[in-house]
């Protein structure tokens, strides 16, 4: 079996995404820096901290001797994409699979997130692939204003539902993208709200890794 050592920069996603990798053969290891993520919202962006924060997990993965190094985190896909060159161990961006998809089969995407440090690499990422698959595509920003500090207050419900609201007020699309892997579990009920294909990032990903 091969292993994933998965790099997480923040708490909330270790326990569901572990559990989802459980149902596939890998082995995995979790290495968890939850003071990144907050940095990056603090922040607005990406900060040399940051960057020197991943590169450290990364070689940390590295020595472990994954077989693959799984960055889970949108926000700081860029710096997998810079250091990905660096060391031996394949780093694989949780959401690639998710915006090749989308760019393979659609015209019009609109990418849901919460946050704008997890929006705008994401949106950055469906573009890149577009050209490089040399389509045209249009990327729709479909921010969901309020529904992190409703999350951060403790209120599930009320994250759920700004999503919710968010998804249905966005109209003429071919299909959504979930910026943020932690939305997987609101994936079903979303295609239901949208009538239209909704993506979240980590089975796709993983079906990917599988074959």
């Known amino acids: 079996m091969k292993t994933i050592a998965a790099i997480y920069t923040g708490k909330g996603l270790q326990e569901p995404l572990y559990n989802l990798i459980s149902q596939y053969p890998f082995k995995q290891i979790s290495i968890i820096d939850d003071s990144i993520i907050g940095e990056c919202i603090q922040a607005g962006e990406i ?16 020595m472990m001797c994954a077989d693959i190094i799984l960055n889970t ?17 394949p780093i694989i961006r949780i959401d690639e699979a998710m915006a090749e998809t989308a760019v393979q089969n659609h015209k019009k995407i609109a990418v849901v997130a919460t946050l704008n440090t997890t929006l705008e690499p994401t949106m950055r990422l469906i573009n890149n692939k577009a050209k490089k698959a040399g389509k045209q595509v249009e990327v729709v920003n479909a921010l969901a204003q309020g529904a992190f500090e409703a999350l951060v207050a403790g209120n599930l419900a009320e ?28 994936e079903e009920k979303l295609q239901e709200t949208a009538g239209i294909p909704v993506y979240s990032s980590p089975r796709l990903c993983l079906e990917r890794l599988v074959k």
Not at 161 to 184: H, N, P, Y
Request: net charge negative.
């Open 73 to 89: 985190c949108s926000s700081v896909g860029d710096i997998a994409d810079e250091y990905a060159q660096n060391i031996q161990t």
């Open 47 to 62: 900060t040399a901290s940051v960057k020197n924060k991943m590169e450290g997990l990364y070689k940390a993965a590295d």
């Open 159 to 186: 994250h759920d539902e700004i999503i919710k609201r968010t998804v249905a007020g966005i109209k003429g699309v071919d299909c959504f993208v979930l910026a943020q892997a932690s939305m997987m579990r609101m």
